[in-house]
DNA sequence: TGAGTTACTGACCGTTCGGTCAGTTGACTG
DNA sequence: CAGTCAACTGACCGAACGGTCAGTAACTCA
């Protein structure tokens, strides 16, 4: 503890930074097209651009490089999933917020969006990349829906159904149309797809 | 060719029968546990009761045993569902016999399903086990709501919505309950929950 | 009983791959 | 320009694992 924290970053910072970035996005591309076993650390620098010693400088192991891909993109998704929700009103409003955000990001972020839902699917398998959070991230995000829900109810908006069973799915069915649109199924505009969707699920929970 | 193809099963085949369904199941019981890329053939075999040897003398490859064990529960579970919609005559009759027969059949193959639903979640990233004719299946029961609701339209039952994406909606639904329990984000009767799934849906997509 | 046959075994092989570390590079300093 | 040091490299290591096959056990039948 001899000097003052530096305030600016350093160079050094900024580098850092830098190569984690690097790297966290070649090894997003290599994991969405190969899953998580299929993928090599070998692959991985390759794609980033750097050798494989280079790539254990900046993440302790492959795991942890999957964790971290997975984690932010996840975060970021949340987030925006929060603000667009809360940013409008009606319950109405808020189930096409949620359901149109997930499509749109889902389009913006595909490799992201595949090792997401691959890792979904692995959970029940292996229960969870155990300590990632990840079952926790998922199901705040049903909470989202569940909060507004209850509220709506509250209003007279929607019928009497269990909150967070409805939550469920919405959420379903929302993941199942953005799998559909990862795989190809789908072809229709966003739009479109946001509008029967939320028409579907509206029709579903309202109170008339 | 020179004796006759003999009618009865011989002591061989019957054992024979024995191995592959012996292999078969222990594979489905460590497949379901660890994944496929998780499960060793060595384990496989412990489980089986057998050595390593002797998988292959049943199997070509470890990633033979994995489809056969997916192809195994895949085609009964295709049959029972498509005998249980058409063993009924109305639409909402179908949804739920739709419904009902994938939760029921997940509380009794709890192993099979787990495989299933990581395939599919895999299906993202690698695009699904090549040649499995996996999507196929998936398509086709998808198709069989999809036939039911044309049907169910034309009798005046269900508004004019896109059946395909309905059925795709249906299934969605059907799956996420599914996964739900299979994690264990679940804890009420089977019944109630096909009650509150096909409520849900009928809402959605009858014409009033 | 023993010769022949079939089912089974598990040590072994080759490869792949996550992770390491001694060595190289090149920027900066005095 | 020599010296220092942090960033980077890639050959290397050991473990894990899918798959093989020479050898053994067990059963059949004359």
Redesign the pocket.
Same mark, same amino acid.
């Given at each position: 503890m001899i000097s003052e924290t530096p305030q600016r970053r350093t160079?050094?910072d900024v580098?850092?930074e830098?190569?984690h970035a690097e790297i966290l996005a070649a090894a997003r591309g290599v994991f969405a097209e190969k899953g998580f076993?299929?993928?090599?650390?070998?692959?991985?620098?390759q794609a980033a651009?750097?050798? =494989?010693?280079? %790539?254990?400088?900046?993440?302790?192991? =492959?795991?942890? %490089?999957y964790l971290a891909a997975l984690r932010e993109g996840l975060s970021a998704l949340a987030a925006k999933t929060q603000e667009k929700v809360w940013g409008v009103e009606s319950l109405h409003d808020k189930i096409r917020a949620y359901v149109e955000t997930k499509l749109r990001y889902c389009d913006e972020h595909r490799d992201f969006f595949k090792i997401y839902f691959a890792e979904l699917g692995n959970m029940v398998t292996q229960h969870a990349t155990p300590d990632s959070g990840f079952e926790k991230v998922f199901l705040d995000q049903v909470a989202l829906l569940e909060d507004a829900i209850c509220q709506g109810r509250s209003l007279g908006d929607a019928r009497d159904l269990p909150a967070r069973y409805v939550a469920f799915a919405i959420a379903n069915l929302t993941r199942g149309a953005v799998t559909q649109r990862l795989v190809g199924w789908t072809e229709g505009s966003i739009e479109r797809e946001v509008e029967l969707l939320v028409d579907l699920a509206w029709k579903g929970i309202s109170s008339q």
């Open positions: 160079k050094r580098l850092a830098f190569r076993a299929g993928a090599s650390v070998d692959e991985i620098a651009g750097v050798a =494989k010693g280079t %790539i254990y400088l900046y993440y302790p192991s =492959k795991r942890d %490089i």
